[in-house]
């Protein structure tokens, strides 16, 4: 290479077989002196990443980690206590902070019927960490004991249990300590609630003001057994009951065909209740269909009508 074009490249380098190193160099474009050889060559342009191009550090992957903690961290609060037990909401993935203090036991309490699994902390040689249980049977609950032996420590503590994980930043001071904490559980009671709802419904009568002597329960079921293929089928004069499994609720609904006496196929109306089809109209001959090819089909006659199963082509 052209000694002159190297040099002026040279920016910080060790001067040869001196080990020294070479004073720092500052040229612009116009001080470079490009040999004839490479002027009209195709040289590609030096990647330089868009930090340095904006003059900002790059951000480092731990500083994200760190930012990450900040956001999830949980602070005690005043409006979160109920007399000495500081109360936090549960969410997944949320970190909580517990306050200790030497010669301090602090409580951490799980949830009454919570099985314990397994409890890892960070640091075991500064601080003592136990646990214990308090009430019996589905009032049984569970406390993770917690100490340290000097104030200014630090560690976090992972708790493992047969319904959820929790992490606790745990952090000591001089005197100030946490009595005890729990939690609550928003998103269990939400789904709870939703589970009482669901029984209700399905323990609601379907119709109000039948009477067991004006009911026909001469149908026939036949055709293909998927997990919802219905129980039993009756009517009341007026209206057809479809009775399904409890299961009907986990599962994909079929919609109802009437096939009427020259085999033509209609879409009926109806609606659900529970875990019946309520369809305003008697009908001889219906299908439940779902799916395409191969189509799941289950046949519903009343009891003295013929006709042949038709499967949709």
Request: no cysteine.
């Amino acid at each position: 290479m052209n000694r002159s074009y190297s040099k002026s490249l040279l920016l910080v380098g060790i001067a040869v077989g001196t080990g020294t190193a070479a004073p720092v160099a500052r040229a612009d474009a116009s001080s470079l002196q490009i040999p004839a050889g490479i002027a009209g060559s195709s040289v590609p342009a030096m990647h330089v990443p868009m930090a340095a191009r904006s003059g900002v550090s790059a951000i480092r992957p731990a500083d994200n980690v760190d930012a990450a903690n900040r956001a999830a961290l949980r602070e005690p609060g005043s409006y979160h206590y109920l007399n000495a037990v500081q109360v936090y909401p549960y969410s997944a993935g949320a970190l909580y902070r517990v306050f200790a203090a030497p010669e301090r036991v602090s409580d951490i309490m799980l949830e009454p019927g919570e099985t314990l699994i397994a409890v890892a902390a960070g640091d075991t040689v500064r601080w003592t960490v136990g646990d214990t249980a308090s009430g019996a049977g589905e009032t049984r609950r569970t406390h993770i004991l917690v100490k340290p032996l000097a104030p200014g420590l630090s560690t976090n503590v992972v708790i493992t249990t047969d319904r959820r994980a929790y992490h606790l930043l745990l952090s000591s001071t001089a005197a100030s300590a946490m009595t005890a904490l729990s939690w609550t559980y928003p998103e269990d009671a939400l789904l709870a609630l939703r589970r009482a709802e669901a029984a209700a419904a399905a323990r609601t009568p379907a119709a109000s003001g039948l009477m067991l002597e004006d009911l026909s329960f001469g149908y026939t079921i036949s055709g293909d057994s998927p997990v919802w293929r219905p129980q039993q089928v009756f009517d009341d004069g007026r209206q057809t009951f479809i009775a399904f499994a409890p299961a009907i609720a986990a599962s994909e609904a079929p919609p109802l065909f009437v096939i009427d006496a020259k085999g033509r196929t209609m879409l009926v109306n109806y609606r659900m209740a529970g875990r019946y089809y309520i369809v305003d109209r008697l009908f001889d001959v219906a299908e439940l269909r779902l799916g395409e090819k191969p189509q799941t089909i289950v046949r519903i006659v009343r009891d003295g009508q013929t006709g042949k199963r038709r499967r949709p082509s």
